[in-house]
């Protein structure tokens, strides 16, 4: 999700200007793509949208990754299952709530991600109990979901809230995933795992639209110029360079410093849906959404002070990203697992979630 930045050795003197653009690509990229998927699918079917974006996207970093090592066939059936969870559960539920909700909104209820993690590992995973800052921040995330269905007024469509009840659903998925990310065997390669899992996510939404009849219906005189290029950013800008940018960061920055898109990705999400998309949110909305936000920062900020990952042998989880490119780095050294499985186990920490996003893990198991 070897010592806990192994995957992302700390590199010397990287370039001022080299690390002022990652952070303003992940940062604005990434809160740019719930707008990006709301234009595309004003004309493109959800699901097909989501399949041809990860079909085209997923091999770009698979050749980009051609000089890693080969990954094992039970790489990528683990790349399969968290495909399943990040692109077929995540984006095809984002995708089909787009075209009902502001995609500010959307990117508001999926920072719920980071108490849902909190939760989940709690229960799934092993010497994990909840803290008294996690039930905090949970608590905080509940309330600003309570607060986002209670703000329906009487003339508003109920599509809208079974919307925000799939973006919901999506932020379960996306959780799911993480979770479950910690046992999986994946290759060390952050960007071979990332186009693995987005090639089978692809490959899984392609299925559901299939099932759903979308090609069928599909007319091609009807696809609008700027659903095209929303689809286009998406996969050049979204899946491609921003993850690019993120995976350079995560080599040369601490984690905690990558770990504040958190936080940025929904104020910008918020700025561009108002500015660029004419969205206007309800008191209601805003008032979610700072609930929501503040969750984030009680779980994300209370690490604050605590011992370095690197000093505590902690095993580290960032999520982020719009967007699902929910993209797992994983451990491949089980026999080394295997090896210290009577040695105490490090805390594990989530120290930084939001987005569709992608998922960095180290020190996972070897299912």
């Known amino acids: 999700m070897s010592s806990a930045l192994t995957a992302f050795p700390l590199q010397r003197t990287p370039a001022r200007w080299a690390l002022w653009g990652s952070f303003a690509v992940v940062y604005l990229v990434w809160g740019s793509t719930f707008l990006g998927i709301r234009v595309a699918v004003e004309t493109l079917p959800p699901l097909s949208m989501a399949a041809v974006r990860f079909l085209v996207a997923g091999p770009i970093l698979l050749l980009a990754s051609s000089r890693a090592a080969r990954p094992t066939w039970l790489q990528w059936r683990n790349a399969a299952i968290l495909g399943a969870f990040f692109f077929l559960g995540n984006h095809g539920l984002v995708s089909n709530a787009a075209r009902f909700i502001p995609s500010s909104l959307a990117c508001l209820i ?9 939760l989940l590992s709690s229960v799934l995973l092993p010497d994990r109990p909840l803290t008294p800052r996690s039930l905090l921040g949970a608590a905080l995330g509940l309330l600003g979901v309570l607060c986002l269905f209670a703000g329906k007024g009487n003339g508003e469509a109920a599509a809208h809230l079974l919307a925000c009840a799939a973006v919901v659903g999506a932020s379960l998925c996306w959780s799911m995933g993480a979770v479950l990310s910690q046992r999986l065997q994946l290759p060390r390669d952050p960007v ?20 759903r009849g979308e090609p069928a219906a599909i007319d091609l005189a009807a696809f609008s110029g700027r659903s095209l290029g929303a689809l286009a950013y998406l996969i050049a800008f979204g899946s491609v360079l921003a993850f690019a940018c993120y995976s350079y960061l995560l080599k040369h920055v601490r984690a905690e410093a990558v770990a504040t898109h958190v936080f940025v990705n929904p104020l910008v999400a918020v700025a561009l849906g108002v500015w660029l998309g004419g969205e206007q949110l309800r008191p209601a909305h805003l008032v979610a959404g ?3 936000l ?9 690490r604050k002070g ?20 929910g993209l797992v780095e994983g451990r491949h050294d089980g026999e080394e697992r295997r090896a210290h499985q009577h040695e105490a186990r490090p805390e594990e920490e989530i120290v930084g979630a939001a987005g569709e996003g992608h998922v960095a893990r180290n020190q996972a198991g070897d299912l």
């Open 110 to 118: 999926i920072a719920t991600e980071v108490p849902i993690i909190a």
């Open 192 to 211: 071979l795992s990332a186009g693995m899992q987005m090639t089978c996510g692809g490959v899984m939404l392609t299925a559901a639209s299939l099932l």
């Open 306 to 325: 605590a011992p370095s990952s690197e000093a505590s042998g902690r095993r580290l989880l960032l999520v982020g990203g719009d967007e699902g490119d």
């Open 294 to 302: 503040a969750s984030v920062c009680v779980i994300v900020l209370g």
């Open 290 to 292: 700072l609930f929501i």
